[in-house]
Every structure is written in C-alpha cells, then in structure tokens.
C-alpha cells in the first residue's frame, strides 16, 4: 500500500471514529427550535373558541393574532449528542444554549414542566386583566392559598384554594397587603386571618413562626385571582410559560371591542404582560420570529426589551412593531389598519 493510501486510509478511520465518538457522547446543552404558533382568534381542535367568553356581548374578528412558541431538544434524560449540538450551532435557525438555561440545576424536569404551566395560568389571568384595564371594565382581586409549607404555623389550618379576606380585622385583596403586614409582625405574633373555603368562613390565630433572617412567617405561599363580572376562559392545551400574555390581552380586546383589530392581517408576537399591561421580554425571540413567518405573518410584535436581537435577526418580510404598553400596541394597530406610518418601530 502507498503511502497516500494508507493515509487516507488512516484518515477515514479516525473521521468514522470521531463521528462514532460524537454520536454516542451526550453534552450538556439544548437546542432551541421554531415551535408551532397559535391563532388566539381561532378555535381549539373541538372547534371551541381558543379565547372564549361568555356573558358579555362579542363581537366577530377576523386576521389573526398568533402566540408563537418555541421548540426543544435536549435536556436531563435525554440530552443531545455533540454531533447534533455542532450541526444547531451551524444552522441559524437554532439556538444551542446552556442545559441550565432551561432546566435550573436545583429543579427536576418535572418541576420545571409544573412551572411552566404555572407561569401560562398566571400569564392567562394577568392577560384578562390587563384588557379589561385597558377597556375601563372594572374588576375585583382577591388572596388565595397557593400552598402550604409543612412543618409551619399554617400546616393543618389552612389549604390550598382557601381565601384571605382578612389579616387581624383589616380587609385585604392583595398579596402586597398581606407581605406588608407581616413585615410588621415579629416571631411568637399571634395572626390572626379571616378565611373562605368554599361559602364556609372561617377564623384562624396563628403564632407566626421565625423564617429567613428572622422573619415573621405563618408558612403559606399566596396567590392573587383576579373576579371578573363575565366569564373569559383561554383554551391553549400542552403549552406552557408567560409569552403568550400580550397576544391573550390583544384577542380578548379584539371580541369585546366592534371593529376587527387586526384589519384583517395576519399578525403575530410574543411578550408577557402585567396586569396593568405592562409588556416585558421574553426568550426564543429568533425562533418564534422564524415561526410567524413561516406561519404567514407579515407584522410581529416585538417586546422593546427583546428589539435589538429582533432587528438583528429579522427574517425578510416580516415588519417589527414596538411593544412597551397594551395601550402602546392597541393604539399601533389602529394606526396600522388606518395606513399611517410613523408606528413604533424596533431599532437597534
């Protein structure tokens, strides 16, 4: 054999060797993909409206608001070998990231799945809220019991979906109510609180124990629910985390409002939200801007904070529009369907 051939020969061995070796060696990372996006104006597989209301009057839309999503690889159990890790970091439209960036080394996968789904019922009512604010309905809060922490004052007293109505006599409807009082109260405080399970009403005097750096703490995690006076019910099936609550507040807006908002575009876009409408960022920007296009969008509403890599990596037919405030982006619309241009763009 030549000395050529033997190299070569050589040389195929230890390519097959490395790709054998990449293959088989798992890596510590997650590939971040375009997911599916979803119309907030459509209809469930059942045919049920994705954003149903009920009990106040509706009125048709048209175009679409989609949430978009993004899809993974990877992760504890199942993680992605170092071949398919190099092939994400060449394709621009996936994003290789850290294991931890997704699943937090102090929480299970299981854990970081109920989180997720936690976070996508809290968007959804933070959602509600924030277009009933910004269309003047008024509406009322209320405490609920998360959860309980064994071992503490509250264990055994009080259950998960119990109401707070009342700390020591003072009427309270928000979690800040509460966190503010107990910030005056020092371990061995009797507490005493005002509950509601079910239409039962209920007293219980707790001695508040000692918690972090002394802290006064009965041992319950709080939650606020929102009391609307018509029923809004969001249908979105195994989709979870914050992103979607802009475009939940903009279809609620669209069905309770005359007029379609979109003109009949198809529009989508991503942001969490606050219930005063507040709209914040959120991660994937490049993969689910991959995703509204891919699905037909020609606008998408970009969270501000989220501008700069959205410009970078916009793809080629899809217009970026500003979003910072619920009132900002309804009043970017209306402007839009009116064919004005001076709408808030993204920059760099």
Not at 23 to 28: A, C, D, E, T
Not at 170 to 183: E, P, R
Not at 233 to 238: F, K, M
Request: glycine share 10%; proline share 7%; net charge neutral.
């Amino acid at each position: 054999m030549s000395r050529r051939a033997a190299t070569l020969a050589v040389a195929s061995v230890l390519v097959l060797l490395l790709a054998t070796i990449g293959s088989l060696m798992p890596v510590p990372y997650v590939a971040l993909m375009p997911g599916p996006t979803t119309d907030t104006l459509g209809t469930t597989g059942k045919g049920v409206p994705l954003v149903k209301i009920e009990g106040r009057t509706v009125h048709p839309a048209t175009g679409h608001l989609n949430f978009t999503t993004v899809t993974y690889r990877g992760g504890p159990g199942g993680r992605i070998d170092l071949f398919t890790a190099l092939r994400g970091w060449l394709d621009p439209d996936v994003a290789i990231v850290p294991e931890e960036t997704i699943f937090p080394e102090d929480e299970s996968p299981e854990q970081v799945d109920e989180e997720n789904t936690r976070q996508m019922r809290a968007s959804q009512q933070n959602a509600e809220a924030a277009a009933l604010h910004e269309l003047g309905i008024p509406y009322t809060t209320q405490v609920l019991v998360d959860s309980v922490q064994k071992g503490r004052p509250a264990d055994g007293r009080l259950k998960p979906g119990d109401e707070i109505t009342a700390l020591d006599g003072a009427k309270v409807t928000t979690v800040a109510q509460i966190t503010g009082a107990m910030t005056r109260r020092k371990p061995g405080d009797k507490v005493t609180l005002s509950t509601r399970r079910g239409s039962t009403a209920q007293q219980h005097t707790l001695t508040a124990a000692a918690g972090p750096e002394n802290r006064a703490v009965i041992g319950v995690v709080l939650a606020e629910q929102y009391k609307f006076p018509f029923t809004i019910d969001i249908s979105v099936g195994d989709v979870g985390g914050p992103s979607a609550g802009l475009m939940f507040s903009l279809a609620i807006i669209d069905k309770l409002t005359p007029g379609p908002l979109t003109g009949g575009k198809f529009i989508a876009g991503t942001g969490t939200i606050t219930p005063q409408g507040q709209i914040g960022p959120i991660g994937g920007i490049q993969q689910k801007m991959l995703a509204a296009r891919r699905a037909g969008a020609t606008v998408f509403l970009t969270p501000a904070d989220n501008c700069a890599d959205a410009v970078a990596a916009r793809p080629d037919g899809l217009r970026l529009i500003r979003a910072q405030t619920l009132h900002d982006t309804v009043q970017a619309l209306n402007d839009l369907i009116a064919g004005k241009n001076d709408l808030p763009t993204c920059t760099k």
